[in-house]
Each structure stands twice: as C-alpha cells, then as structure tokens.
C-alpha cells in the first residue's frame, strides 16, 4: 500500500510540473498495462483533487477509461469526474451510460458507490439532470439498501437533496425517503431524515 501511494505521488509530482508528463499519464489509461491504468487513474483523480482545471481538458480520456476491466481503474475515474462536474458538467454528462453500468456493477461495491456519487453529483446541477438520473439513483437507493456501501452512499443522496432538483424529483426522493426516516433504525433512519431537512431547506 505505502510502495503505490508513493508512486502515485512520483506521478502526480510529475505531472504538477510538466505538461508532458500529464499527458503521459493520461495516455496511461488508454495504452498502459493494467498496474499502469491503475497509478495513472488514482494519479488524475489527486491531481483533481488539487485542482479539477488540471484535468478538465481530459474528460473524454477519463470517460474513456470506464470501459477498462479492472474495478480500480473505473471507480477512480468516476470519483475525478465526479469533481470535474463543477468544472464541465455538460462534458461529464458524456459518462452516464457508463455510469448506469458502474452503479449495477456485480463484482464491486466501490464501482457501484463511486456511480452513485457521479450521479448525484450530476444531477444535483440542474432540474432538467435531476430528473434524466433520478431513476437511476432510485434504483440504487432499493437495490442496495443495507449493503456495506449503502451508507456511504446516502452521503451522496443528502448532496442531491441539497441541488437544484426537480419539484417532482424531489418529492419521489422524500417519498422514498419517509419510510426510512419514520421506520428505520440507527445510521439509516438518521440520514433519510437529514434527506428530507435538506429537501424541505432547498424546497422551500
């Protein structure tokens, strides 16, 4: 763990500096072999995380890299665009049918965990996005309703809450919402209520 965390960092380092070696990075994702798709995936999304504009003019090659067939390299690359959405959500808006795959992904609970945050973080711009990802979102939010993941997931439904939503995704979202906040139990029952305070906050 500590050896990749250090050869990301080399990455990233590199790719601060030099606009050559960003683009070598991002050809990585395309031409690398697997362990390299992996580095230069976890690399990009650091290198989002300090500035999504050092990343933006590489949405496609992003988008690209969800077709690659290792979890690692997918759920990384939804994570920076999940980023990148405040920078170019038009361009972002390209990922969703991968997206819609990642999030019924059988094989990984992070793939799955990081669509959902693409989603939400999508659809949380504007009326017109809530409602084109609001039945994908739903149907995350029944299929994986007490996986390990699902928690984790309401973080991200609780950001969505907060967008500029749909009137009528927003009351499909309170309705899924209620039987949790008024029946459920611990963690769960908690964040459908702080689902519906942010509905009737932003709602208002």
Request: aromatic content about 6%; proline content about 2%; charged content about 30%.
């Amino acid at each position: 763990m500590a050896e990749r965390v250090e050869a990301v960092k080399v990455i990233v380092d590199a790719a601060q500096k030099s606009q050559k070696d960003l683009e070598k990075t991002v050809k990585l994702l395309a031409e690398g072999g697997r362990r390299e798709r992996q580095l230069a995936a976890a690399a990009l999304y650091e290198l989002a995380k300090i500035d999504p504009h050092i990343v933006d003019a590489y949405i496609d090659d992003v988008i690209d890299a969800l077709n690659r067939p290792e979890a690692q390299t997918r759920w990384e690359c939804l994570e920076t665009l999940t980023l990148l959405v405040d920078v170019d959500a038009r361009g972002c808006g390209k990922a969703l049918p991968e997206a819609e795959a990642g999030l019924f992904d059988e094989d990984s609970g992070f793939v799955r965990l990081s669509a959902m945050r693409f989603l939400c973080k999508y659809g949380s711009t504007t009326a017109l996005r809530s409602e084109k990802v609001w039945p994908l979102i739903d149907e995350g939010i029944q299929c994986y309703h007490g996986d390990l993941e699902f928690n984790d997931m309401m973080i991200a439904v609780i950001d969505f809450a907060a967008g500029k939503l749909d009137p009528e995704v927003a009351q499909s979202l309170a309705e899924r919402m209620s039987f949790d906040a008024g029946n459920g139990k611990g963690t769960i029952k908690r964040k459908a209520q702080q689902v519906l305070d942010t509905l009737k906050d932003t709602q208002a």
